[in-house]
């Protein structure tokens, strides 16, 4: 009998979207600042917003990756390398359709300025991405053995636990 493969919880990916976007926050403020050469206090205030937003969008997209990955048999922390780019790129592709114009619109700068801005940011995100997932999964790996999974499953919310029990 094949047990089902067991993913995050919600809180998991609440606590995940927090550590990822308050660590990148600090990392990317600055770094727009200086590539716009505009006031750190308008580039921070736009980055909490692309931050708020990215938070929103960051675990409906984890979700249905993972749905991706469990559909195919693969364990989501589990990934490869080449799994994990593919992951990072979506997702970077995704939220980068969804800020252009705010940054267009909030720094006053041209479409062109922004998407240079942004490649740049593109890679720097992605390579962020790629290395703090990977020590996301290190540090809070989902236990898939049935003594881990039962702890694990007490702390779902009680619709996913019902599923899980399915």
């Known amino acids: 009998m094949n047990q089902p493969i067991i ?14 976007e308050a660590l990148l926050l600090t990392l990317l403020a600055p770094m727009m600042s200086l590539m716009l050469n505009k006031d ?31 559909s195919r048999g693969k364990v989501p922390t589990e990934r490869t390398l080449a799994g994990r780019i ?8 995704t939220l980068t359709a969804t800020s252009l114009p705010l940054i267009v619109w909030w720094l006053e700068v041209t479409f062109m300025q922004a998407l240079i801005v942004d490649l740049v940011m593109i890679f720097a995100v992605m390579l962020y991405t790629l290395i703090f997932n990977w020590g996301y999964d ?22 996913e636990a019902l599923s899980a029990e399915n």
């Open 7 to 20: 993913t995050r919880t919600p809180l998991d990916r609440l606590r995940h979207a927090l550590m990822f």
């Open 86 to 93: 593919i992951h990072a790129m979506g997702l970077e592709v």
């Open 138 to 159: 290190r540090l809070f790996p989902v236990h898939q053995n049935p003594a881990q999974t039962a702890v694990q499953t007490s702390a779902q919310l009680p619709a």
């Open 40 to 70: 750190i206090v308008d580039v921070g205030m736009l980055s909490v917003v692309l931050s708020i937003k990215a938070m929103l969008i960051n675990p409906v997209f984890n979700y249905f990756f993972d749905r991706f990955d469990v």
